[in-house]
């Protein structure tokens, strides 16, 4: 599916956040949703010295949704970067496939490249779910 200008919106908010918060090491994935309504949360990454205990920045961004009163995810993006301006669009690792699922199983997801970014349905990335 194309993305709309709320979309390209979306990506540009994600990259602000990622700027703001990157830490080598600590907070290398930022990402960020929007809302049914239209509202824009974001979050990033954890990393822990023991790996298991992580939060993914699609995590993250979903605890701060919640954390405001907010259940209805509409479309989410991640990103991952050096901090030097140079990002990447992240595909939703499968634990991140499930709690996206969890707050809306119609929800969208922007994945690709800067150079041709899709919009695909979480269904789509949990197959046989």
Same mark, same amino acid.
């Given at each position: 599916m194309k993305l709309t200008k709320k979309d390209y919106e979306l990506i540009e908010e994600v990259k602000r956040t990622f700027d703001t918060l990157f830490l080598p090491g600590v907070h290398e994935v930022a990402a960020a949703l929007r809302t049914v309504s239209g509202e824009v949360f974001c979050g990033i990454h954890i990393e822990? !010295?023991?790996?298991?205990?992580?939060?993914?920045?699609?995590?993250a961004a979903i605890c701060h949704m919640v954390a405001h009163g907010q #259940?209805?995810? !509409?479309?989410?993006?991640?990103v991952h970067g050096d901090g030097k301006q140079h990002y990447r669009i992240l595909s939703p690792?499968? #634990?991140? #496939?499930?709690?996206?699922?969890?707050?809306?199983r119609n929800a969208w997801v922007?994945?690709?490249n800067f150079e041709n970014p899709q919009k695909v349905s979480i269904a789509e990335l949990l197959p046989l779910r």
């Open positions: 822990a !010295d023991v790996g298991f205990a992580d939060v993914c920045g699609e995590v #259940r209805k995810l !509409d479309t989410i993006v991640a690792c499968g #634990r991140c #496939r499930e709690v996206i699922k969890d707050f809306n922007i994945v690709g």
